[in-house]
């Protein structure tokens, strides 16, 4: 439960806030990754760092910002969101070995943010 | 491409009767599969994973489910559900055959399973 956390929990912000969301794993993992859950869509992979460098970014707005200063935190910068970018994001880690294609992903319990 | 279809979008049991959650899979390469638990306000969890050993496999909280490539099937069963089991599972296919995290999951839209006193 708690191997990745996820700060803050709720955030409500304007169309023209900058805020950031925070994750960190101690799970000595090498690969993170930021998802979207909207209501009543599958979720959505936006972001993925393996070794502290990004892989993929699966067409993002670039409202969306992530950083990975080091392979235990991961940040996404938000700036002039959009009402229909209210989501739960969640943050997911992985211990990345292409050699065993090991898939497992271990889940933080996500911020719940809404803009208004 | 990969593709995964939960066929339920919501399904409701009594408390003490067996579960079964389906899904469907599509997929060019030996996939890895998986099962995703997620109560409310929290984040997922893994229930359990498939990865071309046993086809029966074995999950936390007494779930289990089969693989059967020749029906693409990957169900999610429990011989008994219990209260704290209401929440939304979600069934999640791997492209294996890229690995690590250049391999992407795909998520069905989950199943979200009431459990009746």
């Known amino acids: 439960e708690t191997g990745v956390t996820q700060t803050p929990r709720h955030l409500v912000m304007g169309m023209t806030n900058k805020k950031s969301l925070k994750c960190e794993q101690h799970?000595?993992?090498?690969?993170m990754y930021w998802y979207k859950q909207s209501a009543k869509k599958p979720l959505e992979l936006m972001f993925v760092?393996?070794?502290?460098?990004?892989?993929e970014n699966n067409s993002v707005p670039s409202r969306f910002s992530p950083e990975c200063p080091n392979s235990s935190h991961l940040f996404l910068h938000l700036h002039t969101l959009q009402p229909e970018d209210s989501a739960l994001y969640l943050c997911?880690?992985?211990?990345?070995?292409?050699?065993?294609?090991?898939?497992?992903?271990?889940f933080g319990p996500g911020t719940r943010l809404t803009v208004l | 491409a990969q593709s995964v279809t939960q066929l339920d979008s919501h399904v409701s049991v009594s408390e003490g009767t067996p579960v079964l959650l389906r899904c469907n899979y599509s997929?060019?390469?030996?996939?890895?599969l998986f099962w995703y638990v997620q109560h409310p306000n929290k984040g997922l969890q893994l229930l359990l994973k498939y990865t071309s050993a046993a086809t029966l496999v074995k999950g936390i909280n007494g779930f289990e489910a089969e693989f059967k490539k020749s029906e693409t099937s990957f169900h999610l069963t429990k011989p008994s559900a219990h209260m704290s089991d209401a929440a939304e599972y979600f069934c999640?296919?791997?492209?294996?055959?890229?690995?690590?995290?250049?391999?992407?999951?795909?998520f069905g839209k989950g199943t979200k399973l009431s459990v009746k006193p």
């Open positions: 799970l000595g993992h090498n690969a």
């Open positions: 997911a880690s992985s211990q990345d070995d292409s050699a065993l294609h090991t898939d497992t992903q271990y």
């Open positions: 760092y393996s070794l502290e460098e990004r892989v």
């Open positions: 999640v296919v791997s492209d294996s055959n890229r690995g690590g995290s250049q391999g992407n999951l795909i």
């Open positions: 997929s060019s390469y030996s996939p890895s």
